[in-house]
């Protein structure tokens, strides 16, 4: 009879009888009782079908999405991975057989789609415990693998994945829309990942800690990093369900088991003896007061197995789960030991030599674990990755082509956010682009080459200060200048430059120029130089005016026979005049009597292309890891339905633009990395990994 209908019987008055078998009425209450059963099931499904956290399938938990219009472009981007997977999966099951080449490249596929950074070849991570001098059994690893990756994808992981993505959406709208962490949360929750918050504050007080946090703006203390100029945000992200392995160990080969203690008697029995058969080993212990009753713990366990060549582990009760390795300290409180006794335990093993600092590879602490009754489970140590955000993303911006003869002077207009340092393309017309020099008249700032730039080839400033020709480093002959710089006396304006005097303007009051090299200027300075970069001038915000010289030189001139008074010398360099290295040619048209005016014009020497970096209006750009371009098949990338799926949590009006994170060093956006805990938002500008050397095509 079921537990409800004699619940439902024990209501009736004793006298009844009601609970005795076989009477009529058993057989009524148990027909009713059982249609109850029926009911109640059904009804706790219903109410967990209403409930999000405990609805059991698929179908439900998306009808309680769509009450929140959550539907296939929210959750593309899981059916997109899991297909990916599924498709890998399928290759390593057929190769699992075959050769050792095609198993391996299988079993690679699958692990960079978690972006395992681990060494190659990672299939042993899963084969079965063996002896260190024995090759491990890559056909089990290969099944053992396939078996961990195929139970990620059950029906109910999915139904989990989803609900997640359910839920992060609903706590990302009850937060707040169109802010950073709405939009960072929102990408990773697209992705099945996750923001690493205590990540990012471990790395934050490392940053404050080596003194690397200058580039973040501390003052907006949340969880997650931000730049100074507040254009950069940045997250540690993890996988939301991360690969695991149970690491494998060797059982001794003469093993007992028990639980917190053992009788004497099972301890002899698990050693296949009796119990008399213990007594010179209980003697020499000096356990004369011990029965096969007597319940022994571990270490006196321990001690008599010793004497047989035994092992005595604890039933497994728990696991453990670590990453990369654990220090020796966490490990032992984790087993509810003192170090120094799981120090002597590894002592034991043969591993010697350690500390409560040292640290412990998940291999050690499997073999460690059992004598306490743990198994070790790793999370197997990925690639670190980052979820950033650039408001108003950058895009080279560029001025049109200017033809320049000596002298030129013009104007770009430009909308931004602020100054920009510049990049000047200088294409070289026949032999006469001798010396280019540019001129920001309004920063009172100058670039220059000593040198001609051939015809058609380009000579390129960039930003930092490097210098071009034709993809040549040519910064050897290259300076600037800062200082000095008056406007033309016709055309006056509120940003020229002044000379210090009553009432002028102290914000625009000239000094002398100071060169980079030092002394470049100077005509005594020879080229080439050491091939210090240079400084380069920036664009400012509504109108800059620019100035473009060539080497169109002069020649000093004797006043007297006096060898040290007599002689006027041409200061600064660029207009000395060399033979056979400058052109000599007039600044304002033709001298008197050699030209008609109307017959003579200034000729081109010159075609300047000025480019920035501008920050794009109403805009932004969403970076993720590289590796979710492994993801990419036959329909929308993965990028794509990103941008679509963060379409509900976007500021009104602005654009969103999804990259893949690209960490090779590129020119005008990249940093290069050093040592040492390093600000995720420069990490994200690139710049910590080499491009790989070009194919040899000879």
Same mark, same amino acid.
């Given at each position: ?135 491990? /059994? ?165 001690? #008599? ?14 696991? #453990? ?22 120090? /002597? ?124 020709? /034709? ?69 400012? #915000? ?157």
């Amino acid at each position: 009879m079921s537990a409800r209908a004699l619940q439902i019987l024990g209501r009736f008055p004793g006298h009844l009888g009601a609970t005795r078998a076989g009477t009529q009425l058993n057989t009524v209450v148990e027909a009713l009782a059982a249609q109850l059963e029926v009911f109640s099931a059904d009804v706790a499904g219903v109410r967990r079908s209403h409930r999000i956290g405990h609805a059991q399938t698929l179908r439900d938990v998306r009808l309680l999405g769509a009450l929140h219009a959550i539907d296939n472009i929210d959750l593309s981007i899981l059916s997109v991975r899991e297909d990916r997977v599924r498709e890998l999966l399928k290759a390593l099951i057929a190769d699992t057989e075959g050769s050792d080449d095609a198993r391996n490249a299988a079993a690679e596929a699958l692990f960079d789609l978690w972006g395992i950074n681990m060494p190659q070849p990672r299939l042993p991570l899963f084969a079965p415990a063996h002896a260190p001098a024995d090759d491990p /059994d890559l056909v089990a690893a290969a099944r053992n693998f396939a078996g961990k990756v195929q139970d990620g994808l059950k029906a109910i992981r999915h139904v989990d994945a989803v609900r997640a993505r359910v839920l992060a959406i609903a706590d990302i709208h009850q937060r707040g829309n169109g802010t950073v962490r709405a939009l960072l949360e929102g990408a990773a929750s697209a992705l099945d990942m996750e923001l690493d918050i205590e990540g990012n504050a471990t790395l934050k007080r490392q940053l404050i800690d080596a003194g690397r946090a200058d580039t973040l703006e501390l003052l907006v203390d949340d969880e997650l990093f931000h730049s100074k100029d507040l254009f950069w945000h940045s997250s540690i992200a993890r996988e939301r369900v991360p690969l695991i392995r149970s690491v494998p160990t060797l059982a001794p080969v003469k093993l007992v088991r028990m639980g917190k203690t053992i009788a004497t008697s099972e301890l002899a029995d698990q050693m296949l003896l009796h119990f008399v058969d213990l007594h010179d080993a209980l003697v020499t212990l000096d356990l004369l007061d011990v029965r096969p009753t007597t319940l022994l713990d571990q270490a006196t366990a321990q001690s #008599i197995a010793t004497e047989f060549g035994f092992t005595v582990e604890r039933f497994a009760r728990s696991t #453990i789960r670590i990453g990369a390795n654990i220090p020796l300290a966490d490990l032992a409180i984790r087993f509810g030991q003192r170090a120094q006794e799981l120090i /002597d335990h590894l002592d034991s093993l043969d591993e010697t030599g350690l500390t409560p600092t040292s640290v412990i590879t998940p291999e050690s602490a499997a073999r460690a674990a059992r004598k306490y009754g743990f198994l070790i489970e790793q999370i197997i140590p990925v690639t670190q990755e980052y979820i950033g955000m650039e408001e108003n993303p950058r895009r080279r911006e560029e001025f049109r082509k200017e033809e320049c003869e000596h002298g030129h002077v013009f104007s770009v207009l430009r909308r931004g956010f602020g100054m920009e340092p510049l990049q000047v393309h200088v294409i070289g017309r026949a032999d006469k682009t001798v010396g280019p020099m540019i001129v920001n008249r309004d920063e009172g700032k100058g670039i220059g080459w000593f040198g001609t730039v051939p015809d058609t080839q380009t000579l390129v400033f960039e930003e930092e200060g490097r210098v071009l020709l /034709d993809g040549d480093d040519v910064t050897e002959n290259a300076y600037s200048w800062v200082g000095a710089c008056f406007a033309d006396f016709e055309q006056p304006s509120a940003h020229d430059f002044v000379i210090a005097g009553p009432g002028d303007n102290p914000f625009r009051r000239a000094s002398f120029a100071v060169a980079t090299p030092a002394n470049s200027l100077n005509r005594e300075f020879e080229f080439p130089h050491s091939g210090e970069s240079i400084q380069m001038p920036g664009i400012g #915000i509504g109108e800059t005016r620019m100035a473009f010289f060539a080497q169109q030189a002069h020649l000093s001139s004797r006043d007297s026979d006096d060898e040290d008074t007599g002689i006027r010398r041409v200061t600064p360099h660029p207009f000395i005049g060399f033979a056979d290295r400058s052109v000599f040619a007039p600044a304002g048209g033709a001298p008197d009597g050699v030209h008609a005016a109307s017959d003579y014009d200034n000729p081109k020497v010159a075609d300047i292309v000025l480019s920035w970096l501008e920050h794009e209006a109403y805009a932004l750009r969403l970076i993720i890891p590289s590796r979710f371009q492994l993801f990419d098949g036959a329909g929308a990338p993965i990028n794509e339905r990103l941008v679509a799926a963060l379409e509900r949590f976007r500021p009104a009006g602005v654009q969103i633009r999804v990259d893949y994170y690209d960490g090779r060093w590129l020119t005008d956006e990249g940093v290069l990395a050093d040592d040492g805990p390093m600000d995720p938002d420069l990490i994200l500008l690139g710049g910590t990994v080499l491009w790989p050397a070009p194919a040899d095509d000879t």
